[in-house]
């Protein structure tokens, strides 16, 4: 699951889950775990640190990269054979196979400039760049355990998606271990196997799962091939070796999403009528808006491989707009410019929130302009598509 893109993409429809209880925690435990904090180290550039070379989690948030789970037994119904929608087997396999292929396996490969080039980024570029690496490797961690547990779980009930969920894992295993051994090369790791057990996990519908994921993946392929062709064109602002990987990471995304899309056409009523349209919108708008938020709050990462932070989310969100457009029977209509113009004001008040802190009197009527930007671009007229089931629906978008 792509970086910092949908790992948040519709928080209102989450419900919150804790991993394990900790109202039980006694008071001297609880004493010396505060005292362990308090004594808890910094690294240089100011993140505080779990243990000697082991960074803490970044603070869980709105549009940080969250842990999902979901109602895995109504997701075993859904895949069940013969109630499935119209389920082609011959294609499932097919993309079994592909996934089996394994075209990425050797991809992976680090080597001395890694370290040398980290080595040579420093001052605020340095921030700049882990908090990059650990929002991909959180991103595409949650990936790895969703898919893996989606595996599991429907192994008895449909053999071939669950090894393509399975196999999806894997490639999501290797992206999120590969940035994680890039963190090293600025002296700092995250501590997956703490974060698997201590994380909060956020409740999503398996239909909304489906959506989530779909755009998240195709999302995760524009986003990471765009840099590649950038830096292709501008070697110069290649300031770390990882985007060289991003031509064939990118395939990764796209292969996730083309077996997405599958799925939700092998269920087409999640995409016909009032709820089809909906639902499209409210997805591709949630993984938009999350973003370019997300994206606005990092502008000098971007600068510093010389891309300009807004004008490279356009770009994006323009070329996953026209892949979605071949499933969806409605996507937004992002050359509207009432779409950048609402986008904007909404990263206007995101900024006042960011300033607002722990005041939550103070950021309210920025929260409630960010709702009602929303709102409005919900509202606002879809593009129709060339989906072969818009014949089918009922209302007038």
């Given at each position: 699951?792509?970086?910092?893109?949908?790992?948040?993409?519709?928080?209102?429809?989450?419900?919150?889950?804790?991993?394990?209880?900790?109202?039980?925690?006694?008071?001297?435990?609880a004493a010396r775990r505060s005292a362990t904090v308090a004594m808890a180290e910094v690294s240089?550039?100011?993140?505080?640190?779990?243990?000697?070379?082991?960074?803490?989690?970044?603070?869980?948030t709105v549009l940080?990269?969250?842990?999902?789970?979901?109602?895995?037994?109504?997701?075993?119904k859904l895949f069940t054979k013969g109630s499935y929608g119209k389920l082609n087997e011959n294609e499932f396999q097919s993309l079994l196979d592909e996934f089996k292929a394994d075209y990425n396996q050797t991809h992976f490969v680090r080597d001395d400039s890694f370290r040398a080039a980290a080595d040579k980024i420093t001052g605020a570029d340095r921030k700049i760049f882990v908090e990059f690496l650990e929002r991909s490797c959180t991103a595409e961690f949650s990936g790895f355990l969703l898919y893996k547990e989606l595996g599991r779980r429907l192994k008895k009930t449909n053999p071939v998606i669950a090894e393509i969920f399975t196999l999806m894992s894997r490639d999501e295993a290797r992206h999120a271990g590969f940035l994680n051994k890039?963190?090293?090369?600025?002296?700092?790791?995250?501590?997956?196997?703490?974060?698997?057990?201590?994380?909060?996990?956020?409740?999503f519908e398996p239909k909304f799962i489906l959506y989530a994921t779909y755009l998240s993946e195709k999302i995760g392929?524009?986003?990471?091939?765009?840099?590649?062709?950038?830096?292709?064109?501008?070697?110069?602002?290649?300031?770390?070796?990882?985007?060289?990987?991003?031509?064939?990471?990118?395939?990764?995304?796209?292969?996730?999403?083309?077996?997405?899309?599958?799925?939700?056409?092998?269920?087409?009523?999640?995409?016909?009528?009032?709820?089809?349209?909906?639902?499209?919108?409210?997805?591709?708008?949630?993984?938009?808006?999350?973003?370019?938020?997300?994206?606005?709050?990092?502008?000098?990462?971007?600068?510093?491989?010389?891309?300009d932070a807004k004008e490279f989310d356009m770009h994006v969100i323009h070329n996953t707009n026209d892949t979605t457009?071949?499933?969806?029977?409605?996507?937004?209509?992002?050359?509207?410019?009432?779409?950048?113009r609402r986008l904007d004001a909404m990263v206007e008040a995101n900024e006042k929130?960011?300033?607002?802190?722990?005041?939550?009197?103070?950021?309210?009527?920025?929260?409630?302009?960010?709702?009602?930007?929303?709102?409005?671009?919900?509202l606002m007229k879809g593009r129709e598509t060339e989906a072969s089931w818009k014949e089918d629906l009922q209302i007038v978008y």
């Amino acid at each position: 699951m792509s970086s910092s893109i949908a790992a948040s993409s519709a928080p209102v429809l989450g419900r919150r889950m804790a991993v394990r209880k900790t109202s039980g925690v006694r008071p001297v435990a609880a004493a010396r775990r505060s005292a362990t904090v308090a004594m808890a180290e910094v690294s240089q550039e100011g993140f505080e640190m779990r243990r000697k070379g082991v960074k803490e989690a970044a603070k869980a948030t709105v549009l940080t990269p969250r842990f999902y789970t979901t109602d895995f037994d109504e997701m075993e119904k859904l895949f069940t054979k013969g109630s499935y929608g119209k389920l082609n087997e011959n294609e499932f396999q097919s993309l079994l196979d592909e996934f089996k292929a394994d075209y990425n396996q050797t991809h992976f490969v680090r080597d001395d400039s890694f370290r040398a080039a980290a080595d040579k980024i420093t001052g605020a570029d340095r921030k700049i760049f882990v908090e990059f690496l650990e929002r991909s490797c959180t991103a595409e961690f949650s990936g790895f355990l969703l898919y893996k547990e989606l595996g599991r779980r429907l192994k008895k009930t449909n053999p071939v998606i669950a090894e393509i969920f399975t196999l999806m894992s894997r490639d999501e295993a290797r992206h999120a271990g590969f940035l994680n051994k890039s963190l090293s090369d600025f002296d700092l790791a995250l501590d997956l196997g703490w974060m698997t057990k201590s994380r909060e996990y956020t409740f999503f519908e398996p239909k909304f799962i489906l959506y989530a994921t779909y755009l998240s993946e195709k999302i995760g392929y524009w986003r990471y091939i765009t840099i590649y062709r950038h830096l292709q064109k501008d070697p110069d602002n290649t300031l770390y070796p990882i985007f060289n990987k991003f031509e064939n990471w990118c395939q990764d995304e796209n292969r996730h999403g083309d077996f997405c899309s599958a799925l939700l056409k092998a269920q087409p009523d999640m995409l016909k009528g009032f709820q089809g349209v909906l639902w499209s919108k409210f997805f591709c708008l949630s993984v938009y808006v999350t973003m370019y938020l997300n994206d606005s709050q990092r502008k000098d990462f971007y600068a510093s491989v010389g891309l300009d932070a807004k004008e490279f989310d356009m770009h994006v969100i323009h070329n996953t707009n026209d892949t979605t457009a071949t499933i969806f029977p409605v996507v937004i209509d992002t050359h509207n410019p009432e779409f950048k113009r609402r986008l904007d004001a909404m990263v206007e008040a995101n900024e006042k929130i960011i300033a607002a802190g722990d005041n939550k009197l103070a950021a309210l009527p920025s929260i409630i302009s960010i709702g009602i930007n929303f709102l409005g671009l919900m509202l606002m007229k879809g593009r129709e598509t060339e989906a072969s089931w818009k014949e089918d629906l009922q209302i007038v978008y």
